[in-house]
C-alpha cells in the first residue's frame, strides 16, 4: 500500500475542494492510503511515499504558505514523486495562451523543485468568501463569478497520477 500526502494552500476553497476530492478518489483505491491535510497542518513527510501539493494562484503567484512548504520540505520532497495541482481562473478559458501566462507564474515553483507531475485547473470565484480587496480586484479585472472547475480534467489527471506516477495497475 502507497501513503499519498495530499497537502494545499487555499484562500476560499476552491483548492481544498479539489485537493478532497482528489483524496476521495484515491481512497477508493485499495492500493493507496490517501491523507489530505492543510498545508499548515503536514508535520511529517518521512511516511508519506508521494506528495501532491496544491494551491491556487493569487498575485501571479502560489500562496506564500504553499512556496515555503516546497522550500522548507525541498530535501524531502526530492527523494519522493512530489506533483503540483494549481488553481488559476485565468484557465476558466482553456486556451494554450492562458496555459502559458499560468505556467509562467509557476516558474517561480519550479525553480525551486521541478514536480514529478503538475496540473492547472480553473477554479471557483465566490466573492461571498473574499475580502474587501479581493473583490476590489475581482471586479477590476472584470473576472465572473462561478465555478469554472471541468471535474473531467482533475479526473483524467488523477487516472495519470495513478498509472503513471504511483504505477498502480490499470482498471480492468
Known amino acids: 500500500m502507497k501513503k499519498i500526502l495530499i497537502t494545499y494552500a487555499t484562500k476560499a476553497g476552491s483548492t481544498q475542494e479539489i485537493a478532497e476530492y482528489i483524496g476521495t478518489r484515491f481512497d477508493h483505491n485499495p492500493l493507496l492510503a490517501p491523507d489530505v491535510l492543510e498545508i499548515h497542518d503536514v508535520t511529517n513527510l518521512q511516511q508519506y511515499d508521494c506528495i501532491i501539493i496544491g494551491s491556487p494562484i493569487r498575485v501571479g503567484a502560489w500562496l506564500p504558505a504553499a512556496k515555503d512548504f516546497v522550500l522548507e520540505n525541498f530535501h524531502t520532497l526530492k ?57 476590489l480586484m475581482i471586479w477590476f479585472v472584470r473576472a465572473q463569478e462561478g465555478d469554472f472547475r ?19 495497475p490499470q482498471p480492468t
Do not use: Q
Open 79 to 135: 527523494t519522493r514523486p512530489t506533483a503540483y495541482f494549481t488553481v488559476c481562473n485565468t484557465l476558466k478559458e482553456d486556451t494554450p495562451e492562458n496555459r502559458s501566462i499560468v505556467k509562467d507564474y509557476l516558474t517561480p515553483i519550479h525553480d525551486i523543485l521541478e514536480p514529478t507531475d503538475d496540473a492547472m485547473f480553473a477554479g471557483r470565484i465566490d466573492k461571498s468568501k473574499l475580502n474587501a480587496f479581493e473583490r
Open 150 to 168: 471541468e471535474w473531467d480534467k482533475v479526473n483524467t489527471w488523477i487516472d495519470h497520477l495513478a498509472t503513471d506516477v504511483l504505477l498502480l
